[in-house]
């Protein structure tokens, strides 16, 4: 991989236009996420691709995305990050992940997380590290959660041609508080695609340094 001209300015330009970011906007995007939405089209015109459906008369979910259907399949969105031929989709996570303040979210969490680490996102939000693969970070939401226990996000990096991409997924081991409610659902779907919309944003920038 060839390095970039320049490790500092991106990232110092990331966390500026992350910290520029009005905190308002992000509060209301976690009070539209406080509830687990149903399936459903993003926002903006970016569908979501269609869930992996387990067996029929298989009606929970677990941390594995291969076994979720139904309502209990949340979202999938799609983020371009644009165009980086020397950056891979590997790359990405570990900045991600070795940088979480790049999270619009991060709260109390450290710098640095790991696979089985807990801590609280902005709001006092416990999520737990389920996963950390080559190219994706899951987690998933822990009791005292505004989502509620049981809710699994996987952000996924993809490259293709040169440009790189962040696919977030999620879904909830069981119905959820609002689950057949579809208000409830589409609030939801607003303010998740929102948020990491954000994410798509800061990482876009950062990964000129990864």
């Known amino acids: 991989m060839a390095p970039a001209p320049s490790r500092t300015a991106p990232v110092g330009a990331a966390r500026g236009s992350l910290r520029a970011a009005p905190s308002a906007v992000l509060a209301l995007t976690l ?31 677990d941390a594995d995305p291969a076994s979720c259907h139904g309502p209990n399949w949340l979202y999938q969105y799609t983020y371009g990050l644009g165009f980086h031929p020397f950056t891979s989709p590997q790359a990405v996570r570990e900045q991600l992940t070795d940088n979480f303040w790049l999270f619009p979210v991060s709260g109390a969490c450290p710098r640095r997380i790991h696979e089985d680490a807990t801590c609280s996102l902005l709001g006092g939000n416990p999520v737990r590290v389920e996963a950390v693969g080559d190219d994706y970070l899951q987690i998933a939401t822990l009791e005292g959660h505004a989502l509620g226990a049981g809710q699994h996000i996987r952000f996924a990096f993809a490259g293709y041609l040169g440009t790189l991409h962040l696919v977030v ?12 409610q ?27 340094a990864a």
């Not at 009070?31 to 929970?60: E, M, Q, S, Y």
């Not at 081991?173 to 609002?178: A, D, H, I, L």
């Not at 939801?188 to 944003?201: E, I």
Request: proline share 9%; aromatic share 6%.
């Open 31 to 61: 009070l539209l996420t406080a509830a687990a939405p149903g399936a459903g089209a993003a926002p903006g015109g970016a569908a979501p691709a269609p869930a992996v459906r387990a067996p029929a008369g298989v009606a929970d979910c």
């Open 182 to 208: 579809r208000l409830c659902g589409v609030l939801n779907r607003v303010g998740a695609w929102t948020l990491w919309r954000v994410l798509a944003a800061t990482l876009g920038l950062s990964a000129y």
């Open 169 to 180: 997924s999620a879904w909830q081991n069981g119905p959820g508080s609002c689950t057949g």
